[in-house]
């Protein structure tokens, strides 16, 4: 069984740092596109930054130059390093991946992390 689980949310005061930890297990072939969204209570979950399999990175406007999202493909893990929050980027932060199992034929699926809450305190 595929599972993602992530570590490292907690309460920050605005101006400060959190670094977001995402850790896939179980029986997989390759883990291809990776990402993080978020979700503020009363708010649709949206996409925060994305990675490919080969590093490369794409973030949302209202993070970018303030987040780096980053992967140890060794690891089967994605980072989120977060700078510079401000309490607009309270929200729980899922972790997403695309992972490619092989039973009889590949087969390639999206798994979503429980979610780790991030509140920035003002």
């Known amino acids: 069984q595929v599972q993602l689980v992530e570590s490292g949310g907690g309460l920050v005061q605005a101006g400060g740092s959190l670094r977001l930890s995402c850790a896939a297990s179980?029986?997989?072939?390759?883990?291809?596109?990776m990402a993080w969204y978020r979700q503020a209570p009363g708010k649709q979950r949206e996409l925060v930054a994305t990675?490919?399999?080969?590093?490369?990175?794409n973030y949302a406007d209202s993070v970018k130059g303030r987040f780096t999202i980053s992967r140890d493909n060794a690891k089967n893990s994605v980072f989120l390093q977060m700078s510079s929050l401000k309490p607009e980027d309270t929200a729980g932060y899922y972790c997403?991946?695309?992972?490619?199992?092989?039973?009889?034929?590949?087969?390639?699926?999206?798994?979503w992390g429980q979610g780790t809450q991030v509140t920035v305190s003002s």
């Open positions: 997403n991946a695309q992972i490619t199992t092989q039973v009889v034929n590949y087969f390639t699926r999206e798994y």
């Open positions: 990675i490919t399999s080969g590093g490369t990175t």
């Open positions: 179980g029986r997989f072939f390759k883990i291809n596109d």
